[in-house]
């Protein structure tokens, strides 16, 4: 078992619980937990807040204070936020129910009427009607994550620790409290649709990952997916970087352009730009150099400089740059220039490149695009050169 069967384990008894007290399926409450911290991979550490909610008005508990970024007139921000700290598990999970219901929008798409409440096929249409998330298709997400088999592996570890069957309320006569138990559901098609999503399973998602891998995307951390079949945030991470690459809308959704995008892309081939072979090595390692004087704390680890000396040399060579005399980053520090010159010369030469996406473009796709967009000047022959040599005047 994995640390995402742990996170449901932990917290499945806790759904059980919350679900008898409140009359909301514990289904939805795992399913929903799931999907929205990446299976626990996205809980904010010591706080016991499953699903991240901010401090406000309303609560008098404790808070804690974090780092977070945040979208402000289009651009990424970073930001310090408090955030709510719960005793545990159980109280996270009753102040969501009780969120849910004291915002109107729920009460009035119907998610508390009779029949629906417990339910959690109708539970996640009223979410969705209600405007809970954008992409039109989370109701069926929901019910994929729950009926996939990370989750059924979870469901019995914690049942095999002692946890009591999941509770499954009646449907149609829905009264709080009420429940039986459920029978397993058969795992569903993650193609179904036509489209892959984070949190389903199966080898549609493992084919992806072993192309996205062939095509030289990577993890937050740089490093290759683990083609096992499971979309978790390591492959929505790296198929964002491909649908970037490709001029896609990064939603890290594979729909039909997605799939046809990856399917058509040719593999990455050749040396590296950190490969002494390639042409444009010595470029490649004036861009290192240039990044490692920014300091420590410019870049989470070397892999994140390395990917950005990538995308910087790019940047440089298709602008027309001959050399990386120096690297600097702006103000803000979401922006990196690579200069050509001295520094203090009105007339060096500067290219831009968003560290953000700098540091998330794979080395093998920035070495590759290079060799794409600037190729190799093709060698004459001798009698091609003579032709191709300039012409001298006569008298």
Do not use: C
Request: without cysteine; aromatic residues 6%.
């Amino acid at each position: 078992m994995g640390n995402k069967e742990e996170f449901i384990a932990d917290l499945y008894p806790a759904a059980v619980r919350v679900s008898k007290q409140t009359g909301m399926s514990a289904e939805l409450i795992l399913a929903q937990a799931a999907l929205e911290t990446g299976w626990g991979e996205k809980v904010l550490p010591g706080t016991n807040n499953i699903f991240n909610i901010k401090d406000s008005k309303g609560w008098d508990g404790p808070t804690k204070s974090f780092n977070v970024w945040e979208i402000e007139g289009g651009k990424k921000v970073w930001k310090d936020q408090d955030f709510r700290v719960y005793g545990s598990m159980d109280e996270a999970l009753t102040d969501r129910v009780k969120f849910l219901k004291e915002n109107g929008r729920y009460t009035k798409a119907g998610l508390f009427e009779e029949g629906t409440l417990g339910n959690l096929e109708k539970e996640a249409k009223a979410l969705q009607k209600a405007g809970y998330a954008t992409d039109p298709h989370y109701a069926e997400q929901l019910a994929k994550v729950f009926n996939g088999p990370t989750m059924r592996r979870g469901i019995a570890l914690a049942e095999g620790r002692g946890a009591p069957e999941l509770p499954e309320h009646k449907q149609g006569e829905h009264k709080p409290g009420e429940h039986k138990p459920t029978a397993p559901a058969k795992p569903a098609d993650a193609m179904a649709d036509g489209r892959l999503r984070q949190g389903e399973e199966g080898p549609a998602v493992k084919a992806m990952q072993e192309r996205l891998n062939e095509l030289g995307f990577r993890d937050a951390k740089g490093q290759p997916l683990k083609p096992d079949g499971d979309f978790g945030p390591a492959t929505k991470h790296a198929l964002q970087q491909a649908q970037r690459a490709y001029g896609l809308d990064d939603d890290g959704v594979a729909g039909p352009k997605t799939l046809d995008a990856l399917k058509k892309a040719p593999p990455e081939k050749g040396a590296l730009l950190s490969d002494p072979a390639n042409r444009d090595n010595g470029m490649y390692k004036q861009a290192v150099e240039g990044l490692e004087k920014l300091g420590p704390g410019a870049f989470k680890d070397r892999a994140e400089l390395e990917r950005a000396a990538g995308t910087l040399t790019y940047e440089a060579r298709v602008s027309g740059l001959t050399s990386i005399n120096a690297v600097v980053a702006n103000a803000n520090g979401t922006g990196l220039f690579a200069v050509q010159g001295e520094l203090n010369d009105p007339a060096a030469r500067r290219v831009h490149a968003d560290k953000e996406q700098a540091v998330n473009t794979p080395l093998e796709r920035s070495s590759q695009q290079l060799k794409q967009d600037v190729p190799d000047q093709p060698k004459l022959a001798p009698e091609q050169a003579q032709e191709r040599a300039p012409k001298t005047m006569t008298a």
